[in-house]
């Protein structure tokens, strides 16, 4: 099994930034995939990005490419989403999500989940 806790969100005026922490526990050997996905009120989860074990391959949402960032500490277990230029519309709860397999933007492909953290960004 594998645990990840998210950390990191808040509230945040409009054009702040955040960064948002997942650290990953237990049978790591699981988490060579991870992404971030988020639901806001009376949405469906979606994707935000995702990278592999390497930190070569990333992959982001059209809506947060250019201001979101996503990277890795392999040796820490951890990984972070660096927000930028927020937005009202990325008020969410962030989760993130793991998989030995799988690369895609399906939540559905991801096995492990953490609780998810809230970001409310203010206009």
């Known amino acids: 099994q594998v645990q990840l806790v998210e950390s990191g969100g808040g509230l945040v005026q409009a054009g702040g930034s955040l960064r948002l922490s997942c650290a990953a526990s237990g049978r790591t050997s699981s988490t060579v995939n991870m992404a971030w996905f988020r639901q806001a009120p009376g949405k469906e989860r979606e994707f935000v990005a995702a990278i592999r074990l390497s930190g070569g391959s990333t992959y982001y949402a059209a809506s947060v490419k250019g201001r979101f960032t996503i990277s890795r500490d392999n040796a820490k277990n951890t990984v972070y989403l660096q927000m930028n230029s927020l937005k009202p519309e990325d008020t969410a709860i962030y989760y993130c999500?793991?998989?030995?397999?799988?690369?895609?933007?399906?939540?559905?492909?991801?096995?492990?989940w953490g609780q998810g953290t809230q970001v409310t960004v203010s206009s």
């Open positions: 999500a793991a998989d030995p397999l799988s690369f895609t933007t399906l939540r559905s492909a991801y096995n492990y």
